[in-house]
């Protein structure tokens, strides 16, 4: 159980800090994922709209979205 819970976190750090692209990449996973294991993560129940509204990061995950729509990610 130990692993699982530090790739959540992971895959949570990283979304919040690089954006659902750039984490679905790294992990190869889907963004699909990736928003699930993040909101787990924090023991979320809300919709993933709610999660980003409700702790501020609307415009940063927008802007690593953007950046990884430039990149080809």
């Known amino acids: 159980m130990g692993a699982m819970k530090r ?5 949570h750090d990283d979304c919040l800090s690089m954006g659902v692209r750039n984490t679905a990449k790294k992990y190869d996973i889907s963004a699909d994922d990736v928003k699930t294991a993040t909101m787990n993560h924090v023991q979320w129940k809300k919709s993933w709209s709610e999660f980003v509204i409700e702790n501020n990061i ?5 802007n690593a979205n953007e950046a990884a729509k430039k990149r080809g990610l």
């Open 7 to 11: 790739w959540m976190h992971d895959v």
């Open 58 to 62: 609307k415009q940063t995950m927008a």
